[in-house]
């Protein structure tokens, strides 16, 4: 095995912590959506890393709003370098960050997983785990390659078994039922 074969971490070996977003003002610094609970943290494990691995960027924050942190990343000194860098995820090793307790899990243990209904029936793998401003949804390749999304919701996903890879879902059909059913009550209030 060669000296760059070893070095090459897995997916499951680091961790997405957060991702650049736009520039922000003339002197390359960018706004940056943090992952971590504490959004500030992103700076607690030292150098973050691109996606392959092959760039490695030290952040300082310098101001935040709601949305995202304000941050000047070391050797970005402009709004083209800055712009450049729009998208780009940030990764830290899993070596790092804390383990977690039996009930939690990082996104990324997620990726891969086979989900099912309750009734057993096998639904599908788990492709992504989205967020795309209305809260966290498992994107899931169906067993027809069709693509679902779901709510990642305790009442949508009743059930995760990380150690036997498996994760329980509502079918659509049940929670539209319900949704229906909830109107219906409300109606009749």
């Known amino acids: 095995?060669?000296?760059?074969?070893?070095?090459?971490?897995?997916?499951?070996?680091?961790?997405?912590?957060?991702?650049?977003?736009?520039?922000?003002?003339?002197?390359?610094?960018v706004k940056v959506t943090s992952f971590t609970d504490c959004p500030e943290d992103i700076t607690a494990y030292g150098l973050l890393e691109n996606s392959d691995g092959t760039r490695k960027f030290k952040i300082t924050?310098?101001?935040k709003n709601k949305e995202a942190l304000r941050a000047k990343i070391?050797?970005?000194?402009n709004r083209d370098e800055a712009e450049k860098l729009n998208g780009e995820k940030l990764f830290v090793s899993r070596q790092?960050?804390?383990e977690t307790e039996d009930d939690e899990f990082y996104y990324t243990d997620l990726i891969g997983l086979e989900t099912c209904y309750e009734n057993g029936e096998l639904a599908g793998k788990i492709n992504a785990v989205h967020n795309f401003g209305a809260g966290d949804l498992l994107e899931i390749?169906?067993?027809d390659n069709s693509v679902e999304f779901i709510a990642f919701t305790k009442e949508a996903v009743?059930?995760?078994?990380?150690k036997n890879g498996l994760v329980v879902i509502k079918q659509l059909d049940e929670k539209a039922e319900e949704h229906d059913e909830d109107r219906n009550d409300n109606k009749n209030s």
């Open 96 to 98: 790092l960050l804390p």
């Open 1 to 29: 095995m060669s000296d760059k074969a070893k070095n090459v971490q897995t997916e499951t070996d680091r961790i997405c912590v957060g991702v650049i977003g736009k520039a922000h003002g003339l002197h390359g610094q």
């Open 74 to 77: 070391d050797g970005v000194s």
């Open 61 to 63: 924050i310098v101001g």
């Open 158 to 162: 009743p059930k995760i078994d990380i």
């Open 141 to 143: 390749k169906k067993v």
